[in-house]
Nanobody
Framework: QVQLVESGGGLVQAGGSLRLSCAAS????????MGWFRQAPGKEREFVAS????????YYADSVKGRFAISRDNAKNTVYLQMNSLKPEDTAVYYC??????????????????WGQGTQVTVSS
């Protein structure tokens, strides 16, 4: 079993920055990749970004390209999401997810095997 714990959420003004962290613990994690998703009230959970554990390969949703950056620290089994130039529409609960096997469907929630509990990000205008 793998546990994922997110941290770093909070309240920030539009134009500000936050950095989210996701620490993976439990059995030795040897999965394929990690992802960040978000879910706003009344909306479906949507893909934000993903990163491979073993290569520089990263993917981003169009809505966050150029503003968000995903990175990882393999030694710490931790993934980060640096969020800059935040907008009110970025307000959501942000979830970290772990994927065990490679797939082209990096944006699909069904491709991920483990999920964190989520951390709230609120951007005020």
């Amino acid at each position: 079993q793998v546990q994922l714990v997110e941290s770093g959420g909070g309240l920030v003004q539009a134009g500000g920055s936050l950095r989210l962290s996701c620490a993976a613990s439990g059995r030795t994690f040897s999965g394929d990749a990690m992802g960040w998703f978000r879910q706003a009230p009344g909306k479906e959970r949507e893909f934000v970004a993903s990163i491979s554990w073993s290569s520089p390969r990263t993917y981003y949703a169009d809505s966050v390209k150029g503003r968000f950056a995903i990175s990882r620290d393999n030694a710490k089994n931790t993934v980060y999401l640096q969020m800059n130039s935040l907008k009110p529409e970025d307000t959501a609960v942000y979830y970290c997810a772990a994927r065990l096997r490679y797939t082209d469907n990096y944006y699909d929630t069904n491709s991920y095997n483990y999920w964190g509990q989520g951390t709230q990000v609120t951007v005020s205008s």
